[in-house]
């Protein structure tokens, strides 16, 4: 199973809104609303950021937000603020012989 | 506070073994799909086993299967992850996660550093 792609760099001047992508298959991000977001600080564990696509777990602010077009997921981040720099990555279950599978990680930076 | 402790991590030789301990709190850890994901020192995020609720069903990534075995003990809150035959490219942080809110890993540990080196 290959790693979902991601960009390997975003960037945004604060206030703006960037979009990161994370491109699969159909036996993923293709075939199941199972796509899921995490961010990542240096040295820190990776926190839940959106789930089953689009939804926010309590206590992610409204300006994460998430959707799917074919094998495409995207995370947009709006109103881009100074501690939203950070890794970024997304998962998919999968219907290959390993139900899960990363993307390859987005590095977030506030201009 | 729900919470993922994992433990058990260190320095081993190629060709060594070590067991991960990842000790849980403050949820029914009965109740929920566990897994382990590592990640090698400045790289991205690598999944490596799943094991369903009651350890009926157990999933390995291709790169850790017929060396890691993924276990669990509902009575202690606990799951492990035994590692045999480890190589230098196994060397990354460990984390234990819970799976949740439509298989996402919703709860995770702090990690635990896994290091093979002679």
């Known amino acids: 199973q290959s790693a979902l792609t991601q960009p390997a760099s975003v960037s945004g001047s604060p206030g703006q809104s960037i979009t990161i992508s994370c491109t699969g298959t159909?036996?993923?991000?293709?075939?199941?609303?199972?796509v899921s977001w995490y961010q990542q600080h240096p040295g820190k564990a990776p926190k839940l950021m959106i789930y089953?696509?689009?939804n926010r777990p309590s206590g992610v602010p409204d300006r994460f937000s998430g959707s799917k077009s074919g094998n495409t997921a995207s995370l947009t981040i709006s109103g881009l603020q100074a501690e939203d720099e950070a890794d970024y990555y997304c998962s998919s279950y999968t219907s290959s012989s390993t139900p899960y599978v990363f993307g390859t990680g987005t590095k977030v930076t506030v201009l | 506070e729900v919470q993922l402790v994992e433990s058990g991590g260190g320095l081993v030789q190629p060709g060594g073994s070590l067991r991960l301990s990842c000790a849980a709190s403050g949820f029914t850890f009965s109740s929920y799909e566990m897994n382990w994901v590592r990640q090698a020192p400045g790289k991205g995020l690598e999944w490596v086993s799943y094991?369903?609720?009651?350890?009926?069903?157990?999933y390995y990534a291709d790169s850790v299967k017929g060396r890691f075995t993924i276990s669990r003990d509902n009575a202690k809150n606990s799951l492990y992850l035994q590692m045999n035959s480890l190589r230098a490219e196994d060397t990354a942080v460990y984390y234990c996660?819970?799976?949740?809110?439509?298989?996402?890993?919703?709860?995770w540990g702090q990690g635990t550093m896994v290091t093979v080196s002679s």
């Open positions: 996660a819970r799976v949740h809110m439509g298989d996402a890993f919703d709860i």
């Open positions: 159909s036996s993923d991000v293709g075939g199941y609303n199972y």
């Open positions: 089953e696509v689009s």
């Open positions: 094991i369903s609720s009651s350890g009926s069903t157990i």
